[in-house]
């Protein structure tokens, strides 16, 4: 099932299915320079906050890059999780970066549908 993936910041959407992780389906959006690190929830650079919807765990997550309290506020790395429903989130560190630079000539589309 796919599910709308919503990033508040640049108002971009992308579709994620339920059966993979939320960084392949933001890779799809095409940015330049998305980290996709280890993979393996080590390395910290997809880490993502979810606003609004729900994820399930596709594995651990290192805890020197998402404390405990950061995941009670909705941190968690986009690598090791897989949607549920439609979400809203943030990037966060590493992964603003290509959300943000050349953001203007990419408003509002959305990828993957």
Same mark, same amino acid.
């Given at each position: 099932? %796919? ?50 919807? +729900?994820?399930? +765990? ?28 439609? %979400? ?5 560190? +590493? ?13 509002? +589309?959305?990828?993957?549908?």
């Amino acid at each position: 099932m %796919l599910h709308r993936v919503i990033i508040r910041q640049t108002g971009e959407c992308c579709a994620c299915s339920s059966d993979e992780s939320l960084l392949a389906g933001l890779v799809r959006l095409g940015r330049r320079g998305i980290p996709a690190g280890c993979l393996g929830g080590g390395c910290g650079v997809c880490k993502v906050r979810v606003l609004r919807g +729900r994820v399930r +765990r596709l594995g651990p997550v290192s805890r020197a890059r998402v404390t405990l309290d950061e995941e009670a506020r909705g941190y968690t790395l986009a690598c090791r999780v897989a949607p549920c429903s439609e %979400l809203e989130l943030e990037v966060a560190g +590493r992964l603003e970066k290509p959300f943000f630079k050349g953001f203007a000539a990419s408003a509002g +589309r959305v990828v993957g549908k």
